[in-house]
């Protein structure tokens, strides 16, 4: 059993390709999905993270974009208020979200209805595990100013000062349903090249997560999403430095360090071995970037091979 952690564009382009070279084999994929960017808006909570490999592994995401539904129309958001269009959600996606919305009015735990929605998908030996089942809630703090994380990413694109970030409902969270025997059960804790403070840390703040990861036996290794001091995607270096992290791969293994055994780097960082060893992380260089399909599955191949 694999076990995997993140959230964003760079998880399901790795997952995708993890997911490809497991349809021939006997190992079970767990999917650890934040869920702290979720949004209550237009009527619906919205779960972009999960929605995003829910539909990346199912073949129908817009992966030009990296999020949405490949075809999708915009006749509802475009007879909103211009004030209210900041967040894109198609039409199809709202459709499902308003399925989703009414199971959860109905009693069903966020963990029931994602089982529901990758069943109908047809998403098949993966369990996708939302981190908790609780309504928790990522906030940044700007000049004294409370604001949503899906109002500064796309509302007001990432240009506001950071000077904290809050993880609303953290503590008081419990992990999914089964979530912990799941990890410690597995033979490899994969962390996606997702976001360290935004999509990584709210899950390793669910009570009981972090200590779980740190008991099992598990190989861990963390696939960095900084490459030659670029982040993949969203604000990564910008939030690593209010955390007062190394904005590049060593920053990374700081923040991996005591958790992860291994860190997959690109070939153009090898410059960062010796920083990347000093934290007690095996680094292991790969080309990480994440152009195509091909790549992401060679990614996983190596990981794969690490328990064989």
């Known amino acids: 059993m694999i076990t995997t952690f993140g959230g964003g564009v760079g998880a399901g382009?790795?997952?995708?390709?993890?997911?490809?070279?497991?349809?021939?084999?006997?190992?079970?994929?767990?999917?650890?999905v934040n869920t702290a960017d979720d949004i209550d808006i237009f009527g619906v909570r919205v779960s972009p993270d999960i929605d995003s490999i829910l539909y990346r592994l199912s073949g129908i995401s817009d992966k030009k974009r990296g999020w949405g539904i490949k075809g999708d129309t915009y006749?509802?958001?475009?007879?909103?208020?211009?004030?209210?269009?900041?967040?894109?959600?198609?039409?199809?996606?709202?459709?499902?979200?308003?399925?989703?919305?009414?199971?959860?009015?109905?009693?069903?735990?966020?963990?029931?209805?994602?089982?529901?929605?990758?069943?109908?998908?047809?998403?098949?030996?993966?369990?996708?595990?939302?981190?908790?089942?609780?309504i928790v809630e990522t906030y940044i703090v700007s000049n004294g100013k409370k604001m949503h994380f899906q109002e500064f990413l796309i509302k007001y694109k990432m240009r506001p000062k950071v000077d904290k970030i809050l993880f609303k409902n953290i503590k008081k969270s419990k992990p999914s349903i089964g979530l912990i025997k799941q990890i410690l059960n597995s033979k490899i804790l994969i962390f996606c090249p997702s976001n360290p403070i935004i999509s990584i840390n709210p899950i390793l703040s669910v009570p009981g997560i972090k200590e779980a990861i740190i008991e099992s036996n598990a190989i861990k290794i963390a696939i960095s999403p900084i490459v030659q001091d670029k982040a993949f995607q969203g604000p990564v270096l910008k939030l690593m430095k209010v955390k007062k992290l190394k904005p590049t791969v060593s920053g990374v293994a700081e923040f991996y360090k005591g958790i992860v055994n291994y860190l997959m780097i690109d070939e153009f960082d090898k410059n960062y071995i010796s920083q990347i060893s000093a934290t007690g992380i095996k680094p292991i260089v790969r080309n990480i970037k994440m152009r195509n399909k091909t790549i992401s599955k060679a990614m996983s191949k190596s990981i794969l091979d690490l328990i064989e």
Request: glycine content about 4%.
């Open 13 to 32: 382009k790795f997952l995708d390709g993890l997911h490809s070279n497991l349809k021939n084999n006997s190992l079970n994929l767990n999917i650890v």
């Open 75 to 134: 006749k509802f958001l475009n007879s909103q208020p211009k004030d209210n269009r900041w967040f894109n959600l198609g039409d199809k996606d709202l459709e499902r979200n308003l399925i989703k919305q009414s199971l959860i009015e109905k009693g069903l735990s966020l963990q029931k209805v994602v089982e529901k929605q990758s069943r109908k998908l047809g998403i098949k030996k993966i369990k996708i595990f939302p981190m908790t089942n609780d």
